[in-house]
């Protein structure tokens, strides 16, 4: 008799409905994007990040670009981009990135970047840099910088966003109560901080959240009294998709109409735009933010 090996069952991922489904990319709006992400060896959010708005944006000519690296100090339970102690970073990646959007003729840009806790100063050169070449390239393209947790090195922020950058945004991604499973090595009231810091700056300031994590509704509304009290005028909420087996599941799907629902409470609390729906991401329509 032959035995045959006991096979573990997984159980299955949930199945994304309907108003979760997009196109494949397409276009030649699309192609000249990523022909000129691969041209200046650039990395984008939307490709480390499995964005699922990535062919609407590549198709209308706008990119997220994501400077020093692709590899991230942070663990987060909820990210694509992969983790562990990056390399030194290349020197000349703002002059690389302000060319691209230079040639993409882009009216509005997005940068980001992954966490680089290792760097004394969090990487805050490189960020200067970047926005102050860009500007230099292509004065009249206004700019979004999504910069990340910087673990209270002040004099580090300051210099991130002292370029002329017009949007600062930093993402508290998820509920108080959540903090330590989705981002563990982040501080939801040091975040808050941060915000406050960019705005007495004289920033316009811009945050995301995710949601089918786990969370309540007053928990959402006490993070956008939270995030109100603490200069924020801009807020983005989407819904969480897995990305891959290793990360956290989705613990819901939450329907249009209540995204519909946070747009309204968040607009009574205050905030001068919110941007709510289920594939809505902190880049995503970025231009109408300002």
């Known amino acids: 008799m032959i035995e ?30 990523r022909r000129l992400v691969d041209q200046y060896q650039l990395h984008t959010i939307c490709q480390s990040g499995n964005c699922p708005n990535m062919g ?4 209308a000519g706008t990119a997220t670009f994501m400077i020093l690296g692709n590899t991230c100090t942070r663990s987060c339970s909820f990210c694509a981009v992969k983790t562990g ?3 030194e970073y290349d020197e000349d990646e703002p002059r690389r990135v302000a060319e691209a959007i230079q040639l993409m003729q882009v009216k509005h840009a997005v940068i980001t970047s992954v966490n680089r806790d290792e760097r004394k100063d969090r990487g ?15 004065p009249t ?55 406050q810091r960019t705005k007495d700056y004289g920033k316009r300031t811009k945050s995301g959240i ?8 007053e928990e959402v509304y006490q993070i956008m009294d939270d995030l109100v009290a603490h200069g924020c005028d801009v807020l983005t909420i989407g819904q969480y998709l897995q990305p891959t087996r290793m990360h956290l599941e989705v613990a819901s799907f939450v329907r249009p109409e209540k995204f519909a629902e946070y747009k309204a409470v968040g607009l009574s609390k205050g ?11 902190s880049s995503y329509h970025a231009e109408r933010h300002l």
């Open 56 to 59: 609407e944006c590549w198709g």
């Open 85 to 87: 102690r990056p390399p």
């Open 141 to 195: 393209t206004t700019i979004e910088t999504l910069i990340p947790d910087v673990r209270s090195n002040w004099e580090a922020l300051e210099r991130m966003i002292s370029a002329d950058q017009e949007v600062v945004s930093h993402n508290m991604e998820t509920v108080e109560r959540l903090y330590r499973k989705v981002r563990p090595q982040a501080k939801y009231k040091r975040s808050l901080e941060q915000i």
């Open 210 to 217: 995710m949601v089918g994590l786990g969370e309540r509704d």
């Open 271 to 281: 905030f001068a735009f919110v941007e709510s729906g289920p594939l809505v991401r």
């Open 124 to 138: 805050a050169e490189i960020w200067y840099q970047t926005v102050a070449l860009t500007k230099e390239l292509s």
């Open 4 to 33: 045959l090996p006991i096979v573990e069952r997984r159980e299955p991922k949930k199945r994304k409905p309907d108003w979760l489904r997009v196109k494949l990319p397409t276009g030649e709006n699309f192609k000249k994007v």
